[in-house]
């Protein structure tokens, strides 16, 4: 059975995907249904397993989260598994940064052609996906999907691809945008990262051997493996029968690099290593910059949770103040729930985050939030404390006013709908109801960062897209 959900638009910033793959582990299907509910924060709308015995490969997709398509009882990932327990899995998780929420465009994408089959699992976006399409549907190319993952299976089929010595790196020259992917062939997982690096994937092997390659770290501790190395950009790393072994579609060090690190201030899980470092330690260190750009006289640091939490943690260190829970998330209202007006989102508001009266009630308070995108939900989360009693507030932000939407794998709203577009600071205070405003420096940003300023991209605060694109590109851009 199949669900089908619509997707409200954009309040906050979305991540596109997660993914996870396993190569020569009995408990292949099992462990990737682990490794994908570990990667639950980077897609709600969609998950799917494809696993094969060696010779031929079974898919299962379906919407919602992983525990509700792989519904306990269901017996799919027994499926999945089949008699000789499959040994080899890919999975994901879907947020949709092109093409619609439907169960069509829900992956692995499994398709079949003169090789063979092959799923495919995509997390980021490919900006000349339109182009590409266009080509294919001249020559009379059917696509079943509206989602750009599609026109990799089509260049992978043409013949003259088919035919190339090594196919999957001659196609992956052709595409442009953010990617990293898994290919599920009967025999072996290829993974392949975008020559920029701008979404994450890393290497991890299990205690008995098996490798497993995951979009974060934090799928790996879940199902007993350790972390290798990050995929590096324009690699592709193959495991088979033979192990691990690389090879790069792009000569490397010819492309400087252009990790997403919104990334690391708001999409990651705080326990997965990055880019070369910890989440949780990374967003520490961006709280106790913020304290040092902007102080202020005030009784406690309360956090946004969840992603605003480690940024308090340092903003509190820094400036010697209490830190207390003055916001608590539900985490049963998942990130579909969908408000259609603005009566209903600001319930909404009330709903995902609750206040913690008896922590903020007369005080002056400092509320840490990793960004404001709209600005609509954070007023709302102003107003809710106000309502409890606070008597000042005082919001800082650990990442710049966001002011450029993102055409790399984030879903995020249009330029003009962005709450720092157009705005200076003193607008922005007046349309929070805040007492005053401060955001991290793009400068001290960087300065937190492990890599050079330059192996980043930083785009949704700069406008400089290192890979140059169509600014009037939508994500249903492949919808009829
Ligand atoms: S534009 Fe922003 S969100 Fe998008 S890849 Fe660049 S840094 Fe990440």
């Known amino acids: 059975m199949r669900y089908e959900m619509t997707s409200a638009s954009s309040v906050e910033p979305r991540e596109s995907c997660g993914l996870f793959g396993i190569f020569g582990d009995a408990e292949a299907v099992q462990k990737t249904y682990f490794g994908l509910h570990s990667l639950q924060h ?36 027994e499926k999945l ?17 092109t093409g619609s929420s439907s169960p069509v465009n829900s992956q692995p994408l499994l398709s079949e052609y003169s090789y063979g089959q092959v799923a495919v699992a995509h997390n ?3 900006i000349n996906a339109q182009l590409l399409r266009d080509e294919y549907e001249a020559y009379g190319s059917i696509f079943k999907t509206t989602s750009d993952t599609e026109v990799i299976t089509h260049l992978l089929a043409k013949p003259t691809h088919v035919s190339n010595p090594d196919s999957l790196a001659h196609i992956l020259n052709h595409l442009q945008g953010a990617y990293s992917l898994l290919f599920l062939f009967a025999d072996r997982i290829e993974a392949a990262r975008d020559p920029y690096g701008i979404r994450p994937l890393c290497v991890g092997q299990t205690e008995k051997g098996s490798y497993v390659v995951a979009s974060e770290s934090c799928a790996f501790d879940l199902v007993g493996a350790k972390f ?21 579609f792009v000569k490397p060090g010819t492309v400087t690099p252009a990790h997403c690190i919104f990334e690391h201030i708001y999409f990651a899980k705080q326990n997965s290593l990055l880019f070369g470092e910890n989440v949780h330690e990374f967003r520490k260190k961006l709280g106790r910059g913020v304290a040092i750009e902007h102080p202020v006289d005030a009784d406690v640091v309360i956090p946004v949770p969840d992603s605003g939490t480690s940024a308090a943690i340092g903003y509190a260190e820094q400036s010697k103040l209490p830190f207390d829970m003055g916001l608590v998330r539900s985490h049963y209202i998942g990130r579909t729930f969908i408000s259609p007006d ?25 509320v840490v939030d990793d960004s404001i995108v709209r600005g609509t939900t954070t007023r709302g989360k102003i107003r809710t404390l106000r309502q409890a009693g606070v008597k000042q507030i005082h919001m800082r932000v650990s990442c710049p006013p966001l002011r450029f939407p993102c055409f790399y794998g984030v879903d995020f709203p249009t330029k003009e709908e962005l709450l720092a577009n157009n705005r200076n600071l ?8 805040v007492d005053s405003i401060g955001y991290c420096s793009l400068e001290g940003l960087l300065s937190c960062a492990s890599l050079p300023a330059e192996s980043y991209c930083t785009a949704c605060w700069t406008g400089k897209y290192k890979i140059p694109v169509d600014v009037a590109m939508n994500k249903f851009a492949l919808e009829r």
């Open 124 to 126: 980021g976006n490919l």
């Open 42 to 77: 980077r897609g709600q709308e969609s998950a799917g397993i494809a696993s094969s015995d060696g010779e031929f490969i079974r898919c299962y997709t379906g919407m919602g989260q992983v525990s509700r398509v792989f519904r306990s009882g269901s017996g799919l990932l």
């Open 228 to 248: 290798i190395r990050e995929v590096e950009p324009g690699e592709i790393v193959r495991l088979d029968e033979k192990g691990l072994s690389s090879r790069f």
């Open 426 to 433: 003193e607008q922005i205070k007046e349309f929070l109801e």
């Open 81 to 97: 598994a089949g008699a000789s327990a499959n040994p080899i899995a890919i999975g994901h998780v879907r947020y949709s940064t």
């Open 342 to 366: 603005q009566k209903l989102r600001e319930l909404e508001v009330k709903l995902k985050l609750a206040v913690v009266k008896e922590a903020v009630a007369g005080k002056r308070i400092v």
